[in-house]
């Protein structure tokens, strides 16, 4: 692969300075153009130490406006890194829409310098390298422009390159004797770099190899495709935030549509009745039973609690449901068991603009619980196939590929060895609208009615639509869709805790 | 001071049923006013274990909307909040405008038992009280109501709750040795809260005590009064945001103002003189001198940069100065000796709308350095002074509060180990016009040169009494302010560069 690189070519000083002031001057202009746009950038820089990946991070920042380029590189993992789903540290720290990303090695290094030195085995390695094509693919879908540059210098190149560093007065810090350990396994290091770059080559975020053996003829190389690359992407980009929103058409993907088949087992059944029809409103608990399976249900889980709090275990649990099915009651029912300084409840609103000006799942990463702690989501990542769907917040590629995304931020989550549960709090229209109706008349209740509680009842079909097709497509073996009946809330929240308690109690062995 | 809190009293349940609709109704009704309104509220509990302070924060919970309440208890430091100032936590945790926070016990939490077992020397609790009171100041200023409860029991009262708890089957984890060591220490626990309350008394944050030994009757005090202080709050409050902005005067405290003189042993000098009119501008250096020494420094702030981080200090640089002074490259300068894994750059603009929900203060706790890491601020908390003074987007009262603020908020800094510098890069107005010709007629530069450079250019002399001020004021023995001149940007950026050298060798011995 690294043989069909052009090689030995070079620009010398005369020729650099001539095209480097039209080149800085038309870089700026593109990106006081990309300001303006409605995507981010992300320029990673992966490769053989020294051949210019730091000097290129630096051009990128002194010939273009630094405040809207944030450039990372990321070292051995902290506790907090480590406490956290694997590719947390990265998401949280993607750019914002039109602004540019610099990244020096990234995500790319750690499955590089692991399999070099056997320190990843091949099946993980794979996965991977499939993790990267799903993250990247994750945002280049959110109108991301990912650009990829592999610097390479070849073996006698590369030696030649960290002597001279050596010999820098103000560079030599930057080699060491790990440099050179490296540099003896240049062999293997090419072969994984290989597999690499042909695994994580894609139409979305294609590979682009440079030669890195000439300061002046890599940094014109590697701008000019940034400016072109740019300049196309924001030419050929009609904005999906300002087309308009198509007709809501919702039909039930009952298999799980063109992206594979999704198991439902928890609510498995002939596929011809959606889930929320599978669902037996009808159950009921006595109040005496209640009060006395509730105290029971309660201790068990602070039991459970304190366990998966002394194995590190962290819980994300997800309530959707109708209005007024009851999840602010029953959250409350699952924290009286916990002690406040390891969970957090996050109600889940309209993004607010900061939010907004990233990847819809942005704001959620921001909430992964670390290892031992509770995250308890009030409304969620759900609203995408759903209130946004439904609304038509969301256009239809956009939703629709959600199902997908959604499914590979929880297996993430799940890999990571979180606990991860998704209750859907069920009741009919009728149960609604009694309850609509209970609101309206007590006083201290009638807040939590709003016309818009009404409106979206207009919708119910939509809505129902939305949610079965949403749990056909994201259930899955590491984390199932729970339906549970709230039109008695008695026996829903027996039900939440029960079934909390019994995963708990699967996952902690 | 605990012998005064009426005791005994008790409200049963049908007394407590009759009143609750109604509060329930008129503390959701506070609470959609106080939605609109552009203040947060912070609500602490205090007190004895066993007083009732989780159950009167879940009661909050449960009779408002929970998605607007904030509710935070601290347990022992993680690593994370070890590497930052003390306060760091409680900073980041703040409520936006609008909604609430319920803190349990939180900041006064460390002080207490601390001090109790004697792990707080007596000089040091007393500057963690101060701490305490510059904080909720700090808030109140800022529009925040804050209400404080400490929860009381007597020894005997204690006593019979502790065996209560440990006999209810769902609560007795609560209940630990350490518990029942803090029961025998009984008295000492008065001693010191009683202190505590003393000594953080204050108009803007009073303390409210009340009996716990009752749970209907200390529910209806502490919720009526919470009640009732958030409407006074609310009717008695002008907006400070809707207030217009008054006319500027500028006139240099020479002396530090009414909040005490700051010491500005930088540029000490005749007290007539203003600090700016001191920095001699014609400083210059050849540039063979500038390219033998710059190599020579940053290889020198490369070492320090490797002793600090394996000595874990971090480092927080601030680069303030005129438009077209030079604070981009002076900061790439320091840049090339660091690894990009251990600093980040922070560009300061103007905040967004979740930042505006906040003490301006919030987004800059976010972005505190951890022990061993560098945080480079582009322009800085400084804004309130300067450009927000300057253009009235701070009002009177707030700006030169801020003053003060900011001196407490970098003594945390300090005192927690960081080396903070704060830099003025000084150019004159011919210069600057020089620079902004040379933008305006270089293609790669021009984008860089606005039409609010020009405006801002017109109102030159109320910036410069506004810097003045501020070095004059901001200016402690701790952090003091460093004018540099920049006329010779290659004189400026050795400058820079030498005296970081300087102060981290200090700092490190």
Known sequence: MFDQIERGQAVGKAEFDAAASELRTSLILTQQELRKADCPV??????????????????????????????????????????RPEFWRYWVDIPPRGQIGVYLSAWYSE?????????????????????????????????????????????????????????????????????WRNWENYGRFVEVAERIIERTDAPYAPWRLVDGGDAGYRSLAVLRTVRQAIGDHLAGRTSSRTRPPPAVQLTVAENGGEDGPATAESHGGPASRPPLAQVDLGASVTKPLYARKLPKLRRRLNELYQRAKNQEMATMLVFEGWDAAGKGGTIRRVTAALDARDYRIHPIAAPNDWENAHHYLWRFWQRIPRDGKFAIFDRSWYGRVMVERVEGFASEPEWSRAFRE??????????????????????????????????????????????????????????????????????????????????????????????LCEAMERKLG
């Not at 692991?114 to 320190?119: A, F, H, Q, T």
């Not at 991301?144 to 820098?168: N, P, S, Y």
């Not at 097709?469 to 729970?482: I, K, L």
Request: overall charge positive; some cysteine.
């Open 42 to 83: 992300l320029i990673i820089f992966g490769g053989v130490d020294g051949a210019g990946k730091s000097e290129l991070a630096g051009l990128l920042n002194e010939w273009m406006d630094p405040r809207w380029i944030v450039t990372r590189a990321y070292g051995p993992r902290t506790r907090d890194e480590k406490s």
């Open 406 to 499: 959604i499914r590979e931020f929880e297996d993430q989550i799940v890999e990571h060895g979180t606990l991860l549960m998704k209750f859907w709090l069920h009741i009919d229209a009728d149960e609604q609208a009694r309850r609509f109706r209970d609101r309206a008349e007590t006083p201290y209740k009638s807040w939590k009615l709003t016309d818009e509680d009404w409106r979206n009842r207009d919708r119910w079909r939509e809505y129902e639509a939305a949610v079965n097709e949403m749990v056909t497509r994201t259930s899955t073996a590491a984390a199932p869709w729970h339906l549970v009946p709230f039109n008695d809330k008695r026996h829903g929240r027996l039900e939440v805790l029960t079934r």
């Open 111 to 179: 499955p590089l310098v692991d399999r070099v030195y056997g320190r990843l085995k091949k099946r993980k390695f794979e996965r991977e390298l499939s993790r990267i094509g799903e993250f990247e693919r994750c945002l280049a879908d959110d109108g991301a422009l990912i650009l990829k540059f592999w610097m390479h210098l070849d073996k006698a190149q590369q030696k030649r390159r960290l002597r001279k560093l050596e010999k820098h007065p103000a560079r030599h810090w930057q080699v060491g004797k790990q440099d």
